[in-house]
């Protein structure tokens, strides 16, 4: 099984600053035959299902802010949240859609300093 | 828009068989890959298994041997049953629909089963 290890498992940041999360697969993600990283980040409120944000490592889901940004390739891997605001407290997990079974990382939880 | 709702009892009981349905309304269960994932109380996600249309189903070697997952295209519903449950599959169910490369673009809102005596 591929290993997703996130970090931090928290994280503090003041409202407008930027937010980092951090995401490492034991083995590469990048197919080699579609020049992609199968890397998803979810976000997931209290209470509620995970929601899609990124996929493709860096593509947008159709919705999502333009504030939240992904970037990596291979193993390592981030999500960036431009300028904190209220409504994005909450845990935040990476998965790996290449290789079965598909894995999360232990999730990041992001709050409010 | 594609909407997805979890349905089942939410206490098992222990060596018993899970057994959860999941509703997909506002859109067809033709296309696409449809999955479980699930969520033990104030821990991460693990993904189940999937199914597609077709009936074609792929599985976490973790719980392989007790998990089926089938679909009831007619119904525009699939279901998942985890046999021989422990304390260990207490935890938040979830459907999802996945697109072709593996991603949940849309999920239900999750239902707690608990397993006890």
């Known amino acids: 099984d591929i290993v997703m290890t996130q970090s931090p498992d928290s994280l503090a940041v003041s409202l407008g600053e930027r937010a980092t999360v951090n995401c490492k697969s034991s083995?590469?993600?990048?197919?080699?035959?579609?020049?992609?990283?199968?890397l998803a980040w979810y976000q997931q409120k209290p209470g509620q299902p995970p929601k899609l944000l990124i996929y493709?490592?860096?593509t947008r889901e159709s919705g999502v802010p333009d504030r939240f940004s992904g970037s990596g390739s291979g193993t390592d891997f981030t999500l960036t949240i431009s300028s904190l605001q209220t409504e994005d407290v909450a845990v935040y997990y990476c998965q790996q859609h290449l290789s079965f079974p598909y894995t999360f990382g232990q999730g990041t939880n992001l709050e409010i300093k | 828009q594609v909407q997805l709702q979890e349905s089942g009892p939410g206490l098992v009981k222990p060596s018993e068989t899970l057994s959860l349905t999941c509703t997909v309304s506002?859109?067809?269960?033709?296309?696409?890959?449809w999955s479980w994932f699930r969520q033990p109380p104030g821990k991460g996600l693990e993904w189940i298994g999937y199914?597609?249309?077709?009936?074609?189903?792929n599985y976490n070697p973790s719980l392989k041997s007790r998990v089926t997952v089938s679909v009831d295209t007619p119904k525009n519903q699939f279901s998942l049953k985890l046999s021989s449950v422990t304390t260990a599959d207490t935890a938040v169910y979830y459907c999802a629909r996945l697109n072709d490369h593996g991603w949940g673009d849309i999920w239900g809102q999750g239902t707690m089963v608990t397993v006890s005596s």
């Open positions: 493709w490592a860096s």
């Open positions: 199914i597609h249309y077709t009936g074609r189903t």
């Open positions: 506002g859109g067809s269960i033709i296309s696409y890959y």
């Open positions: 083995q590469s993600v990048l197919s080699s035959s579609s020049n992609k990283n199968y």
